[in-house]
């Protein structure tokens, strides 16, 4: 079994849709959370990166993590044609020899179409 | 700007050859990383560094070899022993090593490798 787990899609939603996307981990010391974008023959760019549990919101995505459940989301809202990507999850646990190693998903393919 | 800068963005290799795969950054930050994305696989972590002149490997070092002789610069060697090169290799870099948080990663463009 992975350490995180990715839904890879592809998704492929009306434009003005929300999109949830999701990952969970097995991994209980992992602490932090983030989620890239990345475009085709392009390298990821971050979007959003949370410690911990809860939400943060940043324009119109929205980030949630719990713990409890091992469940990390981003939301989409409004979504536009220029958010179709590849969008995935990544998460870190904190200090001594796992210092700055992510684990990624396997990255889920979005369309959205006009 | 500041940023990080891979090349080639596309690279042939023969059998039996080795190559070299640049990645420089000007965002002076101390760590730095190679990854290795296949289709449908997300990333994997083949060698990091924390700081100049030393680095570790990652889950997939067999057939990879690395230096990091000044901060900004971070070569990564594909060698004859890499019997499946043929992927999408990202660098990344993130600001500061040896601190307990963390500092989120930020990538490159890539280097596609493919077999001659």
């Known amino acids: 079994q992975k350490e995180v787990e990715q839904d890879p899609g592809p998704l492929s939603v009306p434009e003005g849709a929300i999109v949830s996307l999701n990952c969970t981990y097995s991994n209980s010391a992992f602490q932090y959370f983030m989620w890239y974008r990345q475009y085709s023959r392009k390298g990821p760019e971050l979007l959003m990166y949370?410690?911990?549990?809860g939400n943060k919101e940043d324009g119109r995505f929205t980030a949630q993590v719990d713990k409890s459940s091992k469940y990390i989301s981003l939301f989409i809202r409004d979504s536009q044609p220029s958010d179709s990507a590849t969008y995935l999850c990544?998460?870190?646990?904190?200090?001594?020899?796992?210092?700055?190693?992510?684990?990624f998903g396997q990255g889920t393919i979005l369309t959205v179409h006009p | 700007d500041g940023g990080i800068t891979q090349s080639p963005k596309y690279l042939f290799r023969k059998e039996g050859q080795n190559v070299t795969l640049s990645c420089e950054q000007n965002l002076n930050h101390d760590a730095m990383y190679w990854y290795r994305q296949d289709p449908g696989q997300g990333l994997r972590l083949i060698y990091y560094?924390?700081?100049?002149?030393?680095?570790q490997k990652g889950d997939i070092a067999e057939g990879y070899s690395v230096s990091r002789e000044k901060k900004e610069s971070f070569p990564l060697t594909v060698t004859s022993a890499q019997k499946n090169p043929t992927a999408f290799y990202l660098c990344a870099s993130s600001p500061v090593a040896f601190k307990i948080t963390d500092q989120p990663q930020h990538f490159g463009d890539g280097t596609r490798l493919s077999i001659l």
């Open positions: 949370t410690y911990s549990s």
């Open positions: 990544a998460m870190s646990a904190a200090g001594g020899t796992s210092y700055g190693k992510l684990t």
């Open positions: 560094s924390q700081i100049v002149n030393d680095f």
